[in-house]
């Protein structure tokens, strides 16, 4: 069984504590979703965390944020699965970084 965390939408206190020692407890994927964080607010909650815990968390908005922190994936919403066009240009950018990343949809998940 693989236990997936999913942060509240808004931030609570103490949270960026909480989800550090839960990572370094063991926790294997941390998804980070903040629908109105605004991409530097993103960038500032993601440095909160040290580069290996970075290394598990998968985020639900600004999928070019994956390379720059190192993430583990991305999650795709459904509706933007439903953007064709929009969801393999997105896999195909970011198979160009040659790294091993996951697109997470809660339905499937997709490794390459």
């Known amino acids: 069984m693989k236990l997936i965390v999913i942060t509240p939408s808004k931030n609570i206190e103490n949270e960026h504590a909480i989800l550090r020692q839960m990572l370094d407890m063991g926790l294997s994927d941390l998804h980070v979703r903040k629908p109105t964080l605004s991409k530097a607010s993103l960038k500032n909650y993601l440095n909160e965390f040290t580069k290996e815990q970075r290394k598990k968390i998968i985020i639900h908005t600004y999928p070019g944020l994956f390379s720059s ?26 198979k160009l970084f040659r790294q091993p990343i996951t697109i997470e949809t809660f339905m499937v998940s997709t490794h390459f």
Do not use: E
């Open 69 to 94: 922190y190192q993430l583990k994936g991305i999650h795709v919403s459904k509706k933007k699965r439903d953007k064709k066009i929009w969801f393999y240009l997105t896999k195909f950018r970011l």
